[in-house]
């Protein structure tokens, strides 16, 4: 960020780090995860508006917990500490933190002592989330008592001098109703934050770095039809127009319609250089005979780099390799949990790539959360079907055909699995969804159709709500849509005469059936 309208948080690890950034944001000021040690010499060269630090699952008094660097506090930037940030404040400070006896967790009701700076405007009582186990006893010098409760002498402590803040509990969690007023007052008042971080923004300060970046190169940019590699594509066409290459691998796996959407969105809507690469046929070839789940993903992922890699070289001489790297990708690497060593990670949907093709990585959405990822899409004027695209695995509808993948089969899924859309679509309780799909057994069951006896495939239907795909419930779909559903694929897709309802949470289950 070249201006100074941000919030460093340092990240001590807490679960909750990812959300504190994504909070800030929502008020239209960038932030930063930070590794917790992060110099205080770096942070006056960076210039934020304000520095939070971050809760975590650490006592001050265990061997080796993460501390901060002590010269953050007079760097004249106001500092707010949540949790274990507020203790280690104290700590650092000259207070007293207390080892707790008995770990607090869950909703408190705090008093609010000094109704002003964190809590003008709020009531005196104030619901809040707490999850610790120590706790701050005396004040260090300077700072006064904001609010407690019976069990907690320093439920938040104030320095209003030297504008460094503290609180026991967890403003950024929705258990804290009103934490999101105290997080703004900090933001706003305290640190004068002018909220003027706004997609359009990013777009336009995106659009002239990587032009001064990339300059005359080659970018060849993997296109998969999914919201990020989609929204990369959209932004880099925007910088750098015909520098940019797209390449689209139909495997032959893709959701009906797909590869044609990509093709009618990208190559001609926008006017990207897009080659499709349709190798259907060389991915069946691959897969012939092949039943085990692991085997076929393999294989997928092999043929996926070989064709790629030689679209890639048929382009020649690119310099640049564009990808969808998202922000919770590359901050996982910065808690203190992660370990000293923990090297950043990044997506390799275009990973392993052979040794003669040697790119620098370009990862304009490296800074985002995917909600954030949307809302530049958007903004990109990508259409919503796009944007709203459901998750969707590498290996495509394969891991969705139990057993051997035949073309014929591939049709038959994607025709049961285009009703299950249509309808889905029809839902008001749709945007609950995480992934709605029909999955294709390798079962047959015996069926009436007029006076016919009939022996034919069985589908089952999988739609599940999650918030990042690791854990997820089956949604409670209402009986009539999943009647509309069942009726559909089997009066109209030949071939299928029986539907099951897939009842699975994850975990034990997973999303995908293979
Ligand atoms: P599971 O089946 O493990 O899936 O519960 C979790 C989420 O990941 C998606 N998924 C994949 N995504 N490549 C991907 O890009 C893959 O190989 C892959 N396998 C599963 C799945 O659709 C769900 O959203």
Not at 96 to 119: M, N
Request: hydrophobic letters at 40%.
């Amino acid at each position: 960020m070249p201006h100074n309208d941000w919030i460093a948080i340092l990240d001590f690890g807490s679960q909750y780090s990812q959300l504190i950034a994504r909070r800030v944001r929502e008020q239209n000021v960038y932030s930063e995860l930070m590794r917790f040690d992060t110099a205080a010499a770096v942070l006056r060269e960076r210039k934020p508006a304000g520095i939070i630090l971050s809760g975590g699952p650490s006592s001050v008094f265990a061997a080796g917990a993460p501390q901060a660097d002590p010269a953050i506090f007079g760097l004249g930037i106001p500092v707010l500490g949540i949790c274990y940030g507020q203790q280690l404040m104290a700590h650092l400070l000259g207070g007293k933190v207390k080892p707790g006896q008995a770990r607090e967790y869950g909703s408190a009701t705090i008093e609010i002592v000094k109704p002003e700076a964190l809590f003008r405007g709020l009531p005196a009582q104030l619901d809040v989330w707490m999850s610790h186990g120590d706790q701050v006893e005396s004040l260090p010098t300077g700072f006064q008592t904001l609010a407690r409760t019976p069990t907690c002498p320093v439920a938040s402590m104030g320095d209003s001098k030297r504008r460094l803040y503290g609180l026991q509990f967890h403003p950024e969690v929705v258990h804290t109703p009103r934490g999101v007023e105290v997080l703004r007052h900090f933001v706003f008042d305290v640190c004068g934050c002018k909220g003027e971080w706004e997609m359009g923004r990013f777009i336009e300060e995106s659009v002239a770095a990587w032009r001064k970046r990339i300059g005359g190169g080659q970018v060849v940019c993997g296109l998969s039809g999914g919201v990020d590699s989609s929204v990369v594509a959209a932004l880099l066409h925007k910088a750098i127009g015909p520098q940019l290459h797209c390449i689209f691998v139909d495997n032959g796996l893709l959701r009906a319609n797909e590869a044609e959407q990509v093709e009618a969105t990208f190559g001609h809507a926008l006017g990207v250089n897009l080659t499709v690469a349709r190798a259907g046929a060389r991915f069946l070839d691959a897969l012939r005979g092949v039943e085990e789940p692991e085997q076929k993903r393999k294989i997928i992922g092999r043929v996926f780099i070989e064709v790629f890699a030689e679209e890639a070289r048929k382009l020649g001489n690119a310099r640049f390799l564009a990808q969808g790297t998202l922000y919770p990708d590359v901050i996982e690497s910065v808690s203190p949990l992660g370990g000293p060593s923990a090297t950043i990670k990044s997506h390799h949907n275009v990973g392993g790539l052979p040794p003669d093709l040697k790119f620098e990585l370009v990862e304009p959405l490296r800074e985002l959360f995917k909600d954030e990822v949307r809302r530049l899409g958007r903004e990109l004027g990508l259409p919503d079907f796009v944007v709203q695209r459901q998750p969707f695995p590498g290996p495509g509808l394969a891991v969705r055909i139990l057993g051997a993948v035949t073309a014929e089969r591939v049709a038959l899924l994607q025709a049961a699995d285009a009703r299950v859309q249509e309808e889905m679509l029809t839902w008001d309780g749709y945007a609950r969804v995480w992934q709605s799909f029909a999955v294709l057994l390798p079962i047959q069951s015996v069926g009436v159709m007029g006076d016919c006896r009939t022996y034919e495939n069985v589908a089952a239907l999988r739609v599940v709500e999650s918030q990042d795909g690791m854990t997820a419930d089956w949604t409670r779909v209402p009986y009539d849509l999943l009647a509309r559903i069942s009726n559909r694929i089997i009066n109209e897709v030949r071939g299928i005469n029986r539907v099951v309802f897939d009842i699975s949470s994850k975990p034990p289950s997973t999303i995908e059936w293979e």
